[in-house]
């Protein structure tokens, strides 16, 4: 705001000193009065302090009806100014006008083109999917057949490490059998060698001792009728196995409840050579991974 704006419009110290004369006059008739104070007295000084009050309230009320005269002013002009601007926005509304024809033409002739560019990438899009859809299922389909063949490649490489390992056990066996000391040794070592390297492919051996009790859930018997749980076992016939943590293989056994079914007897040497383990003890079909 200016400093013309902050200055009032009118003198106010006349209106001052005036209210400072009636009040003076208030307090000297209160003065020379002598109580009791009569009607007049009190009369006087009241009209004396109500007067002084009216003026030194008056300049504020002439300075607020003089500053609502001058934005009153003000607002006129700054109306007379907008009116006289109403020529120019005529005349550009008016230009606006000639040119907006001009501008719907080539927005509709935008909005066409993009109607066509939107439904070639529409078609183009749905070929796309479909071509995507079909290459999605013919890698499936090939991947599918890989391991498929991945599968059958590690059921025969598991089928010919557990055939090894069979004879590798039915050597070992007859070995045992035939109290060579040092035979026994050479075989066991190389069957320790053997079972070790299985275990690094994940083929671990399920081997039992002597004395164990029987568990239907854990053993498969080699004979014929099967001996109730919790027989002692006498013997290994084919060792058991796991792979990656999942039996594949219990071990076969017999007990002392089907003594006819032992194949651990001296002149036996062919049969314990190649066990022929039941159905259930072979490798099942390799969805073991």
């Given at each position: 705001?200016?400093?013309?704006?902050?200055?009032?419009?009118?003198?106010r110290w006349p209106f001052f000193l005036g209210n400072a004369l009636m009040?003076?006059?208030?307090?000297?008739?209160?003065?020379?009065?002598?109580?009791?104070?009569?009607?007049t007295a009190l009369a006087l000084i009241c009209g004396c302090v109500a007067f002084?009050?009216?003026l030194g309230i008056l300049p504020f009320l002439f300075a607020h009806r003089v500053e609502l005269?001058?934005?009153?002013?003000?607002?006129?002009?700054?109306?007379?100014?907008r009116i006289q601007n109403l020529e120019d926005i005529a005349r550009q509304i008016?230009?606006?006008?000639?040119?907006?024809?001009?501008?719907q033409e080539h927005a509709n002739k935008a909005a066409a083109a993009a109607g066509e560019i939107g439904e070639r990438m529409t078609r183009e899009a749905k070929a796309f999917a479909e071509f995507m859809r079909q290459a999605n299922d013919t890698e499936k389909a090939t991947l599918r057949l890989e391991v498929e063949k991945l599968h059958r490649a590690e059921n025969d490489w598991l089928q010919a490490v557990i055939h090894?390992?069979?004879?590798?056990?039915?050597?070992?066996?007859?070995?045992?059998?035939?109290?060579?000391?040092?035979?026994?040794q050479q075989l066991t070592q190389f069957q320790n060698h053997l079972r070790e390297a299985a275990r690094r492919v994940g083929l671990v051996p399920v081997?039992?001792?002597?004395?164990?009790?029987?568990?239907?859930?854990?053993?498969?018997?080699?004979?014929?009728?099967?001996?109730?749980?919790g027989a002692p076992i006498e013997g290994l016939v084919a060792?058991?196995?796991?792979?990656?943590?999942?039996?594949?293989?219990?071990?076969?056994?017999?007990?002392?409840?089907?003594?006819?079914?032992?194949?651990a007897e001296a002149g036996s040497a062919a049969p314990a050579a190649n066990p022929a383990p039941p159905p259930a003890a072979a490798p099942a079909e390799p969805r073991l991974l």
């Open positions: 705001m200016s400093d013309n704006s902050s200055r009032s419009p009118v003198a009040l003076a006059a208030a307090a000297l008739v209160h003065y020379e009065s002598r109580p009791p104070m009569t009607g002084g009050t009216l005269r001058r934005a009153e002013t003000e607002t006129l002009a700054n109306a007379v100014a008016a230009l606006a006008t000639s040119q907006w024809q001009t501008v090894m390992l069979d004879h590798t056990h039915a050597l070992h066996g007859a070995a045992a059998r035939s109290g060579k000391t040092a035979l026994i081997t039992v001792e002597p004395g164990e009790a029987f568990d239907p859930g854990k053993h498969h018997f080699a004979g014929a009728e099967q001996p109730p749980a060792t058991g196995f796991s792979f990656r943590g999942k039996i594949i293989r219990p071990p076969l056994v017999h007990c002392a409840a089907a003594p006819a079914e032992a194949p």
